[in-house]
């Protein structure tokens, strides 16, 4: 299996012109499942609710949908993409996963992250593991990582593949995934962008870059710049996410003691 991401800066608010950079470069490629950063279509640092919502779309009928469904089709590929989800009046920040035949599910970030909090509602979805012929795709979008709940979920759903749209502002997750894979033997593929944005009077926010794939023995197989555009694919083996024994006596899912936990 085939598994990428593709960093880069998008432009505020310039929906068609990210969208369109992000169709020509997973065109190029050769690859089974790609992960956009978290809202790659529209930026970061909104100004208001407003402004959120002028630039949300629905499920199925928005453009980038559309447009994600199509590529996916024509190009036989899963496609994993942060956009802010507009649903009966409410705004999440989520991500899409689209295939070959369609949309095959829709992650809310869990976990909203400092002013996201003014514009989304935080995701009623829960975490998922979607089986699908390339293997199960899990979802989680950026500052979930923070909760090691978020990712254990996905794990004992089932995911092989932890796909992880993010906008990092923060320096640390790209260690700390090399743990969340570890404990939880799955694959991640952390898809981040880079540049900065500063909107109005609002602080300057520096996006970190640093996209990575790591294994489930916590090897970075591959990490990216902190300011370059980049799309990277890995060849990896889905195998290794599903035998969750450290050895012939410990194993990483029926060791656990739920009951002390709680
Ligand atoms: C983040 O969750 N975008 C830091």
């Not at 978290?38 to 559309?66: C, D, H, M, V």
């Not at 070959?100 to 009623?124: A, M, N, V």
């Not at 083996?237 to 739920?258: E, Q, V, W």
């Amino acid at each position: 299996m085939k598994v990428g991401f593709y960093q880069f800066a998008p432009e505020f608010g310039n929906v068609k012109f990210n969208v369109q950079k992000t169709v020509d470069a997973i065109t190029a490629v050769d690859a089974d499942l790609i992960v956009l950063p978290e809202l790659f279509n529209t930026g970061y640092q909104f100004i208001s609710r407003k402004e959120a919502i002028s630039l949300s779309e629905k499920i199925p009928t928005g453009y980038t949908i559309k447009t994600l469904k199509k590529l996916s089709a024509k190009k036989n590929i899963y496609i994993v993409a942060g956009i802010a989800e507009n649903s009966e009046g409410k705004l999440y920040n989520s991500a899409i996963l689209t295939g070959p035949d369609g949309i095959i599910g829709i992650y809310r970030k869990t976990h909203l992250f400092y002013e996201e909090k003014l514009w989304f509602s935080p995701g009623d979805t829960g975490f998922k593991a979607w089986p699908t012929p390339i293997g199960n795709i899990g979802i989680m979008i950026c500052f979930d990582w923070f909760f090691p709940e978020s990712a254990r979920t996905l794990a004992l759903r089932g995911a092989d593949v932890i796909a992880h749209p993010s906008n990092l502002v923060l320096p640390y997750c790209p260690d700390a995934m090399v743990t969340r894979c570890l404990e939880n033997r799955v694959f991640a593929v952390t898809s981040n962008r880079t540049g900065s944005e500063k909107r109005r009077d609002k602080e300057r926010l520096e996006f970190i870059g640093k996209s990575q794939i790591t294994s489930p023995r916590g090897e970075i197989l591959h990490r990216a710049s902190d300011n370059k555009e980049e799309i990277f694919i890995a060849e990896i083996d889905i195998g290794k996410a599903r035998n969750k024994n450290l050895n012939s006596f410990n194993n990483i899912f029926s060791d656990r003691r739920k009951k002390l936990y709680e």
